[in-house]
């Protein structure tokens, strides 16, 4: 009878202890001084910052990549995905006001590849640095006959903290009020299955294409990371008298918007507000996409939407422009049923 090890059926135990040390190398670059304990044990322990909250409330998200991560496995590029992760984790704590402090990821994959384990990595310590939060832990499984060779999947946790005074959940929000956009880096994270399906199967594309339009080649376009807009909103809170803060993921401005919005309020915005980026544009005319599926499925341009006071229009977009944020005024908020109307 041959002997069987866990190596042999498909789980490198060494391989795992190796990506270990190299994480705990990539998590040092991320740390804040609230973190007792990080990566290696068995959780991660931080404190709350001293001095900076009479009543704190915890504020937690978790997300994933979607199929996004089946671009970077055809491309052989797996560095800006753990941003991905990062953002779409922050970006939701962020809505609700709360400055992120601590992440952690699971990384599952039919059979640990270090090279690809490292660059995903490297990129949820980048995703990190950018959202001024630290990665204290995380998993990786190997997980043989779960996963396709070259496969993987990925899913993000993140805690925040913001004072309760200050939480934002939309109840200051009301009829006069102005809806501010924040650009998109492009496609973010949301609407892959769709843009994949006519990209590379409707129109034959390959990822290494060049695209006049996009001024890149597909792969670079579709691979472009999601904006995380930690730093600029904490900032700009300390300016503007934010009312509601929505992220713009799947479901897109229709879907999302409205999660922040009262009994009794609509958002009117008019749509031609922002200039559209390039790769919406392209999906729509080469996939034949309806208007509202468009709408509904991906970001349009705008990753953020910030409800202010619309006195405070025009010191938002300046405080916008200083902190390096492309800003636009969408619309307002107007009486009616709660949902989004295009004018």
């Given amino acids: 009878m041959s002997a069987w090890t866990y190596k042999a059926s498909g789980v490198d135990i060494d391989a795992g202890e190796a990506l270990v040390a190299r994480i705990r190398r990539l998590a040092a670059a991320t740390a804040r001084p609230e973190v007792v304990a990080g990566i290696g044990g068995f959780a991660g322990a931080f404190a709350l910052p001293p001095g900076r909250f009479s009543d704190p409330l915890f504020v937690v998200a978790t997300d994933g990549?979607?199929?996004?991560?089946?671009?970077?496995?055809?491309?052989?590029?797996?560095?800006t995905v753990g941003i991905d992760l990062v953002a779409m984790c922050a970006n939701d704590v962020l809505a609700a006001g709360a400055e992120p402090l601590v992440f952690l990821d699971y990384f599952a994959t039919a059979r640990l590849d270090l090279p690809t384990a490292e660059a995903v990595l490297g990129g949820?310590?980048?995703g990190c640095l950018q959202a001024g939060c630290a990665l204290i832990g995380g998993e990786t499984a190997e997980m043989p006959g779960m996963y396709a060779a070259g496969d993987f999947d990925l899913a993000g946790f993140v805690v925040g903290v913001v004072e309760r005074g200050r939480l934002l959940d939309g109840h200051r929000i009301a009829p006069g009020d102005a809806v501010i956009g924040l650009a998109s880096s492009g496609?973010?994270?949301?609407g892959y299955s769709l843009a994949r399906k006519i990209f590379l199967e409707v129109a034959g594309w390959t990822l290494d294409r060049h695209v006049p339009e996009l001024d890149c080649t597909l792969g670079e376009e579709l691979l472009r990371p999601t904006r995380i807009y930690v730093r600029s909103v904490l900032a700009l809170r300390e300016a503007i008298d934010l009312h509601g803060i929505a992220h713009v993921t799947g479901g897109g401005i229709p879907g999302n918007l409205p999660r922040i919005l009262p009994q009794g309020c609509a958002a009117s915005l008019q749509r031609n507000a922002w200039p559209r980026p390039p790769v919406f544009?392209?999906?729509q005319r080469l996939g034949a996409v309806p208007e509202t599926d468009m709408d509904r499925t991906f970001n349009q341009g705008i990753g953020l939407a910030l409800v202010i006071p619309s006195h405070q229009v025009e010191a938002a977009l300046a405080a916008c422009a200083r902190l390096g944020e492309r800003a636009v005024l969408l619309g307002h908020i107007q009486a009616?049923?709660?949902g989004v109307l295009w004018t």
């Fill in 65 to 79: 990549v979607g199929t996004k991560l089946k671009v970077a496995v055809l491309a052989g590029r797996y560095d």
């Fill in 124 to 126: 949820i310590a980048e």
């Fill in 187 to 190: 496609l973010h994270s949301n």
């Fill in 281 to 283: 544009g392209l999906l």
């Fill in 336 to 338: 009616g049923a709660r």
